[in-house]
């Protein structure tokens, strides 16, 4: 298991950005898969974007595409949600989570999961 802290949450006007930050304890960080996960009030957790172990690839989802990046500094155990052009409709809290998998788009498949930190966009 490991420990996942989330912070860079905030109240930013649409069009604006925003970056998470998820700090992870333990010196394993380099090897899980890491997403982005958000959840918003009565919906489903759904997936943001994913980073494989080494960070060379990366996956966003469709409606985050071209605005929302994913990085990590496996030196500094920490991976980023850097969010550009934020909408209202991005307004959730947001996880960070591991997997002992490759990257995966279900949150079932992620073992640990941070606190969450909430988004909020006003328009």
């Known amino acids: 298991q490991v420990q996942l802290v989330e912070s860079g949450g905030g109240l930013v006007q649409a069009g604006g950005s925003l970056r998470l930050s998820c700090a992870a304890s333990?010196?394993?960080?380099?090897?899980?898969?890491m997403g982005w996960f958000r959840q918003a009030p009565g919906k489903e957790r759904e997936f943001v974007a994913g980073?494989?172990?080494?960070?060379?690839?990366?996956y966003t989802t469709d409606s985050a595409r071209g605005r929302f990046i994913i990085s990590r500094d496996n030196a500094k155990n920490t991976v980023y949600l850097h969010m550009n052009k934020l909408k209202p409709e991005d307004t959730a809290v947001y996880y960070c989570?591991?997997?002992?998998?490759?990257?995966?788009?279900?949150?079932?498949?992620?073992?640990?999961w941070g606190q969450g930190t909430q988004v909020t966009v006003s328009s």
């Open positions: 989570a591991a997997s002992n998998l490759s990257v995966t788009t279900r949150a079932t498949d992620y073992h640990s």
């Open positions: 980073s494989t172990r080494s960070g060379d690839m990366a």
């Open positions: 333990g010196r394993t960080f380099s090897s899980y898969a």
